[in-house]
Antibody, heavy 120, light 106 residues
Framework: QVTLTESGPALVKPTQTLTLTCTLS??????????VSWIRQPPGKALEWLAR???????YYSTSLKTRLNISKDTSKNQVVLTMTNMDPVDTATYFC????????????WGQGKVVTVSS | DIQMTQSPSSLSASVGDRVTITCRAS??????LSWYQQKPGKAPNLLIY???HLQSGVPSRFTGSESGADFTLTISSLQPEDSATYYC?????????FGQGTKLEI
């Protein structure tokens, strides 16, 4: 059974760095073709893709956010970590961790989401 | 970045109706187009991938197709539980991009 579980702070202050952890179960990011993407959704708005890390440690980022994002993996813990620097109130959103498969390039499993509020 | 233009932004229909939602990509995305259903407070759920492949467990009243640059999600014989917001997404190249969503009211 595939599950992804996001964890991290619910509240961060402006200018702080957000660190979110995604714990994977039911699959390994070290297996060929496995990838993990982070996606966010501000309240009442559309989905926005942020970053992806692949089984071979290739990394990809949102064009508009790439200077603020870093994605990494710890395969021994089966975890993926996303950091976003210089947080602003407009970054208030639900952050989703997802499984992304090389085959057909599909996102087939989502975590439940982590609500993050940026406020002083 | 590839832009995904989704229409309509909202629609209202009745149980048993057939509805169509369309996405247009700003450049070729081959067939790397997925459709998701999202209900309030929940994560999106994959319905269709690679333009027309039905995800396991998704009812067959959901179908996906392509015509030129337009990708279409069709829901035949609407059910009350189909009330949700629907998103298209291209995965042809990173950064992945989503449509703006279609809110469907039954």
């Amino acid at each position: 059974q595939v599950t992804l579980t996001e964890s991290g702070p619910a509240l961060v202050k402006p200018t702080q760095t957000l660190t979110l952890t995604c714990t994977l179960s039911g699959f390994s990011l070290s297996s060929y073709g496995m990838r993990v993407s982070w996606i966010r959704q501000p309240p009442g708005k559309a989905l926005e893709w942020l970053a992806r890390i692949d089984w071979d440690d290739d990394k990809y980022y949102s064009t508009s956010l790439k200077t603020r994002l870093n994605i990494s993996k710890d395969t021994s813990k089966n975890q993926v970590v996303l950091t976003m620097t210089n947080m602003d109130p407009v970054d208030t959103a639900t952050y989703f961790c997802t499984r992304d498969l090389l085959r057909y390039s599909i996102i087939d499993y989502w975590g439940q989401g982590k609500v993050v509020t940026v406020s002083s | 970045d590839i832009q995904m233009t989704q229409s309509p932004s909202s629609l209202s229909a009745s149980v048993g109706d057939r509805v169509t939602i369309t996405c247009r990509a700003s450049q070729s995305i081959s067939r790397f187009l997925s459709w998701y259903q999202q209900k309030p407070g929940k994560a999106p759920n994959l319905l269709i991938y690679a333009t027309s492949h039905l995800q396991s467990g998704v009812p067959s009243r959901f179908t996906g197709s392509e015509s030129g640059a337009d990708f279409t999600l069709t829901i035949s014989s609407l059910q009350p539980e189909d009330s949700a917001t629907y998103y298209c997404q291209q995965s042809y190249s990173t950064p992945y991009t989503f449509g703006q969503g279609t809110k469907l009211e039954i």
